[in-house]
């Protein structure tokens, strides 16, 4: 257990409408990531953070926006939802910054209807 | 195109029974990692291997990394029902602050 939360565990929402997923961390671990999983793709990348204020693209991060404005916390905005983003969504962390010893959280599960 | 590629995609075996599971890619990496996910939870990291021809045992499963670096395999001796799970492997190459991940292997493991 990496001390990491997300909240919410389970959204449904309507496409169109605007929806926010947190990620919450006791650590004080600079690298946050965000994946997606979906059936037949795996987990791939949406974005990630190495430090406050300090975030890059991932592999699928089209129609996702992140932000980071404390160590703890970062945030990933669907600015207007799409069924094509219904997945379920799992936060990261890298201890002792090491990108290849990653933690997941419990992961959120989202549908877009 | 899958950056690393995992088989069997599914595999279903009786208690008791031996397996392997295999990541392969074309690619170097510096380093592999094998995860395992349950249903409803996020990956849990096992192992990582980062020296060519490593290998690592975790009980009754053994991790190697090919000489190349460019393969890894799980193996897992007298599988149990407790072993059931999506088992995913990723890796990591160069410099990058990205870890890659393969799609994965379903086991299912029956009494």
């Known amino acids: 257990d990496a001390g990491i939360t997300q909240s919410p565990r389970h959204k449904v929402t309507e496409t169109g409408t605007p929806v926010t997923l947190r990620c919450h961390q006791t650590e004080n671990h600079r690298y946050m990531y965000w994946y997606r999983q979906d059936p037949g793709h795996g987990l791939r990348l949406i974005h990630y953070?190495?430090?406050?204020?300090?975030?890059d693209k991932g592999e699928v991060s089209d129609g996702y926006s992140v932000s980071r404005s404390k160590t703890e916390d970062f945030l990933l905005t669907l600015e207007s939802a799409t069924s094509s983003q219904t997945s379920v969504y799992f936060c990261?962390?890298?201890?002792?910054?090491?990108?290849?010893?990653?933690?997941f959280g419990p992961g959120t599960r989202l549908l877009v209807l | 195109t899958q950056l690393l590629e995992q088989s069997p995609q599914f595999l279903s075996i009786q208690e008791g029974e031996n397996l392997t599971v295999y990541c392969n890619s074309s690619s170097v990496f510096s380093s592999l990692q094998w995860y395992r996910q349950e249903p409803g939870e996020g990956p849990v990291l096992l192992v990582t291997?980062?020296?060519?021809?490593e290998v690592k045992k975790l009980k009754r499963l053994t991790f190697q990394f090919g000489d190349a670096r460019k393969d890894s395999s799980l193996h897992i001796t007298a599988a149990q029902p407790g072993d059931t799970g999506l088992y995913l492997c990723?890796?990591?190459?160069?410099?990058?602050?990205?870890?890659?991940f393969g799609k994965g292997t379903k086991l299912t493991v029956n009494p």
């Open positions: 990723a890796g990591t190459q160069g410099g990058s602050e990205k870890l890659v």
């Open positions: 291997v980062v020296t060519g021809g």
């Open positions: 990261a962390i890298s201890v002792r910054d090491r990108v290849e010893t990653q933690y």
């Open positions: 953070s190495y430090g406050v204020k300090d975030t």
